[in-house]
């Protein structure tokens, strides 16, 4: 069954899916982001300019390198290569999270996110995922 761990408090959400997305390369594990295509570009944007001194290879799941590249980012998880880790920056729940042996949702600051989040915590817990809960900040 899926692990689930939810990240509160965060502030900026990209920014601290930077952080994540560090952790997960540095540690071995490949990683799937999931989001809208939109929030995918911007995310991608934030990859390459989060920290001067950090490289975290990533692309799109449609690309001939997605199987050999360590961090994807994906709208649609049909066609995702891996199913280690999957990080959620959608505001609903992913469709093929199961997939996954873990889910890391990222819950920013805004009264949006923080309600998108509840629903979704709702959702895992009603089902019966283990969750787990980090609260960032004060």
């Not at 408090?9 to 540690?27: F, I, S, T």
């Not at 990533?58 to 001939?64: G, N, P």
């Not at 390198?65 to 280690?84: F, G, K, N, W, Y």
């Amino acid at each position: 069954m899926t692990r689930v761990d939810f990240h509160t408090n965060v502030g900026d959400a990209l920014l601290y899916a930077c952080r994540l997305a560090r952790k997960a390369y540095q540690a071995g594990q490949p990683l799937v982001v999931t989001a809208d295509p939109q929030r995918l570009r911007v995310f991608d944007e934030r990859l390459w300019t989060f920290s001067p001194l950090d490289f975290l290879p990533h692309c799109m799941a449609d690309s001939a390198l997605a199987a050999r590249t360590p961090i994807v980012l994906a709208a649609d998880l049909e066609h995702a290569p891996h199913h280690l880790v999957l990080l959620n920056l959608a505001p609903s729940v992913p469709a093929q999270f199961a997939r996954f042996e873990r889910l890391l949702e990222v819950v920013g600051n805004s009264e949006d996110e923080l309600a998108a989040g509840r629903e979704r915590y709702r959702f895992y817990r009603d089902r019966g995922y283990p969750l787990n809960n980090y609260k960032q900040g004060a």
